[in-house]
């Protein structure tokens, strides 16, 4: 069994740790570095709850390792709202706060997912449409709300990002 | 769901890789984007001794083109090639397929080599390297081997790279003039494996079909040539009299399985229906690409 020691940057601070080789980086981040947020649904890449972002794509963190993401800028669901602030618990980000307006969930589990997987294909394309969002969230599964109210979040937020 | 114990190697170069690969054999699973490995180590439906992780080996990545050919390193990711201005210009039909792989977050880490030695016969990328003949390109200790995709694929999962050989590069012949393709799958959902996928190459002269290409996902335990039907087409003006004669050749000659997403009979009547749509959008797109 390898042990092995990472330095990778998490929501904009430089993070090390030592892990064995088969931990998942969505394990490292929940168990070594105590961000919760991002939750685990299927752990094999089905659901889509374990997305954050890695080197400004989104990316399965149950489907990559904790080493294979040493020297990687990782941003998790605990990161959107400090990158307002600049601090952690800072103000919401704009896609956050859209979502909350639009009432986009319900029992919150699929939320950091989903949150981040919008966030990434955002950030690349500030002017997607319906279907085209539809699309993006396709990985990502609900069992709430039908997925209506996410697509309305994402597209306020969209909205509000092309009026800035 | 969580992985078993395992030894790692993270090798910086391909000498390194194929050295490890030769002291570890079948010990060893290579880890590429780790998109279908790894949910089969967290299922432990796989248990190797070793991951040799094959993502800081530079040489392995990246897109060049030399006399009509397109070479894609094994370790090129799957968004990578779909944002490519290369292959979107000399392989259309990879193009085609590749925003049909999984969802977006999968394709950041898959990789264009990865699901060609993972081999999954209902994936998309087998399907096109076999319609176009790719050549897949082997890295053992006695060196370099180059296998055409007739005999790369020999099972469900199974391909013909050897325990101490690594899969370093796949060679795509660039669509000639002439030439028009179409990738065409029914998936339950969009991101799903294909129920049944379909990739077409079809190339006119004068209006003539000179060359057709029919390759079949999700039919059997490899991705499948429609041979037959491919005969059909060779030589004829495109008509939907024809197109009709070769979907039932082909649905006639395919065994397909039988699940719960659907029938052995469903299936068929879906690859018929795959062919005619086929062929109509390779045609189309030969005909613009004249």
Known sequence: MTEVDITLTVNGATRTGSTEARKTLADFLRDDLSLTGTHLGCEHGVCGACTVIVDSRAVRSCLMLAVQAAGSDVTTIEGLAMKGAGEAGGEL???QQAMWDSHSFQCGFCTPGMVMQAAAFLSAHPDADEQQIREALSGNICRCTGYQSIVDGVLLAAERIRER | MKLAPVDYEAPRTLSEAVDLLAEYQDEASVLAGGQSLIPLLA?????PAVLIDINGVAELAGVSQTDGWVTIGATTREYVAEESVTIADKLPLLAAALPLIGHEAIRSRGTVGG???????????PAVARALD??????GPDGERVVPAAEWFEGYLTT?????ELLTEVRFPAARPGTGTSFQEVARRHGDFAMVGLATSVTLDDGTITDARLAFAGVSDVPAR???????????RPSAELFDEAARQAAA???PP??????????????????RRGLREAVDNAQERQ
């Open chain 2, 226 to 236: 429609a041979t037959a039907a491919e005969e059909i087409l060779a030589g004829q």
């Open chain 2, 115 to 125: 699901s060609l030695a993972h081999a999954d016969p209902a994936a998309e990328l």
């Open chain 2, 253 to 255: 000659d395919i065994d």
């Open chain 2, 134 to 139: 790719a050549e897949f390109v082997v890295r």
């Open chain 2, 160 to 164: 013909s790279r050897q325990a101490d």
């Open chain 1, 93 to 95: 980000s704009t896609l």
């Open chain 2, 258 to 275: 039988s699940d719960l997403h659907g029938s052995a009979e469903y299936r068929k009547k879906v690859a018929a229906a795959l062919v």
């Open chain 2, 43 to 47: 299922l432990r439906l796989a248990q």
